[in-house]
């Protein structure tokens, strides 16, 4: 425990392959690599912190659990690579960078309730996640929640970009929820061979291979779509 200590700076603890447990009362701000590949990590306690940078829990095998309170940043690769992380709470963050959970395979729910800014393949392969609370996001990366197999359904109340491959290959998702977004991207949900019905009213731009291979589609509704890319629709079979 360190009880006075506001900054953790650059790899300050990096592959401290024996430590379990941290708890810093006051910290705001965690630097690149502070915990990267702190293989026996699995418990931290950061109640005030305000800004987590790159990598700087990636690789932390036994980590499980990850609750922020206040953090409102989280940087790129932050929390990559945690084979062992099942649920992330993060109620105050406004931007999650790129691969920031990336390849965290067991992760099941992430509350991110207040986020406006997904980086690109943020998610990506969280091959079991099945609840993301987003409400307030407006930008969705590319290849943000590629290949969550597990994810059901979303809900994008306010989004407005949807980037390329952002939802590709999530078989399980059969609804979405979008009214916002003006844009989505190429292969944005392709191979999402549960989709039944597309309803984006707002959406203006639909890239190449869009919903591409969405075996299942029966219904789409664009009223204001004014440009569809080649592919958009290929091999709906339904």
């Known amino acids: 425990s360190f009880k006075n200590v506001l900054t953790i700076g650059t790899e300050a603890f990096r592959n401290c392959s024996s430590l379990t447990s941290v708890s810093f009362p006051v910290v705001s701000y965690i630097g690149n690599y502070a915990f990267y590949s702190c293989t026996s990590l699995s418990s931290i306690n950061f109640p005030d912190v305000t800004n987590i940078c790159y990598s700087a829990f990636a690789a932390c095998a036994s980590l499980s659990s990850v609750v922020l309170p206040v953090v409102s940043y989280i940087g790129d690769g932050a929390f990559q690579t945690c084979p062992t992380l099942t649920s992330v709470s ?16 067991t992760l099941l729910s992430a509350d991110i309730r207040r986020v406006q ?48 491959f952002a939802f590709i290959s999530c078989s399980s998702l059969s609804s979405i929820f979008s009214p916002s977004a003006t844009y989505i991207g190429s292969s944005a949900f392709a191979n999402c061979s549960s989709l039944v019905s597309v309803s984006l009213q707002n959406a203006t731009y639909i890239g190449d291979s869009a919903f591409a291979k969405c075996s299942s589609l029966t219904s789409i509704d664009l009223p204001n779509a004014t440009y569809i890319a080649g592919g958009a629709f290929a091999k709906c079979s339904s």
Do not use: K
């Open 117 to 164: 800014y997904i980086g690109s393949y943020a998610f990506a392969n969280c091959s079991a996640l099945a609840t993301v609370n987003i409400v307030m996001a407006t930008y969705i990366g590319n290849g943000a929640f590629s290949i969550c197999y597990s994810l059901a359904s979303i809900s994008l109340p306010y989004v407005s970009y949807i980037g390329e």
């Open 90 to 105: 993060l109620p105050y963050a406004s931007h999650i960078g790129n691969y920031a959970f990336g390849n965290c395979g």
